[in-house]
């Protein structure tokens, strides 16, 4: 069940303030021993460890992130960042929910396009060999 966006108890940053118009907004952050604080978004995130390690609390669940892992936060979910372990580097990425719904759009249209080919189809992705 996907967690309610209003809930007066959680703190919630909107894409308004933060995208100024924009699909999206990327950052890099240098985190050192803290913690974020509970919050939600009315957008999508997503974060890249770079350097370092934390661990990341997502709806109640928390799990250890270090250099190189990625982690998705859908829109609402409640969430909060623990910096336990000295410097950290991520890269922060948020998506607003109309680009994001525009591009699953697109990527339906273009599988729907290929069920219709018969020709040859090469395989990019390794997610795709099943």
């Not at 894409?15 to 913690?35: A, P």
């Not at 460890?49 to 109640?60: D, M």
């Not at 609402?76 to 372990?85: A, M, N, P, V």
Request: glycine residues 6%; charged residues 15%.
């Amino acid at each position: 069940m996907q967690p309610v966006i209003n809930a007066p108890e959680i703190a919630t940053a909107r894409e308004q303030q933060l995208f100024n118009g924009k699909n999206f907004h990327v950052f890099i952050y240098n985190k050192t021993e803290s913690i974020s604080g509970l919050h939600q978004h009315d957008y999508y995130e997503f974060t890249l460890v770079l350097t370092g390690r934390y661990f990341q609390e997502i709806n109640g669940k928390r799990v250890l992130l270090e250099r190189g892992d990625f982690v998705f936060i859908p829109l609402g979910s409640h969430h909060q960042s623990f910096y336990e372990f000295g410097a950290t580097r991520i890269l922060n990425v948020g998506i607003s929910k109309r680009f994001l719904s525009s591009i699953t759009c697109h990527c339906c249209l273009i599988a729907l396009s290929l069920r219709r080919y018969t020709g040859p189809i090469t395989l990019f992705s390794p997610m795709w060999k099943q």
